[in-house]
């Protein structure tokens, strides 16, 4: 009898774990605030406000658990998401804004909860590509506190914008 219960509750076990869905979460910002005293300056670094913001959206961020931290190779969206991944010790991994949520991105990142760090008009198509449709459009060069998250699970996909400041 023993051995028969046991083995109930193992498949029952299983069942469950089986209907599971796994979820996949995507905070997706837009670099801090950037020096603009160089207007030639294709690579600037952060200003003081943005570094500032950079800490703050760290400390915004401290109770959730990234599994990884992605950014674009560019002084400004480096240094913005260089806060969060140090407090989740975790290195940046560089993505193309060219190539934004392709099949490498997708299978690396699913099932996790992921920041990815981009720009005005890198961030929103990238929310978008993951919920493929065209539900938001490129952001005002001056928002840098608009949060993106993007959760899936299973193939039911929401999406929100908050604002951070």
């Given at each position: 009898m023993k051995k028969v219960l046991l083995l109930l509750v193992f498949v029952f076990s299983s069942l469950i774990s089986c209907t599971q869905e796994e979820t996949t979460t995507y905070y997706l910002i837009r670099h801090a605030e950037k020096d603009r005293t160089d207007k030639t300056n294709k690579n600037?670094?952060?200003?003081?406000?943005?570094?500032?913001?950079?800490k703050k959206w760290a400390e915004y961020f401290k109770d959730v658990d990234f599994d990884a931290v992605y950014s674009t190779n560019y002084n400004r969206t480096m240094q913005t998401a260089l806060?969060?991944?140090?407090?989740?010790?975790?290195?940046?991994?560089?993505?193309?804004?060219?190539?934004?949520?392709?099949?490498?991105?997708?299978?690396?990142?699913?099932?996790?909860?992921?920041?990815?760090?981009?720009?005005?008009?890198?961030?929103?198509?990238?929310?978008?590509k993951i919920l493929g449709e065209k539900k938001y459009k490129n952001m005002d060069d001056k928002d840098n506190s608009s949060l993106y998250i993007v959760t899936m699970t299973g193939n039911k996909k929401t999406s929100r914008i908050k604002k951070v400041e």
């Open positions: 600037p670094n952060l200003n003081e406000k943005g570094l500032e913001r950079a806060p969060t991944a140090e407090s989740n010790k975790l290195n940046i991994k560089n993505y193309d804004p060219k190539k934004m949520y392709d099949v490498l991105f997708k299978s690396a990142t699913q099932g996790k909860t992921v920041l990815v760090v981009g720009h005005s008009n890198t961030t929103p198509v990238f929310a978008n």
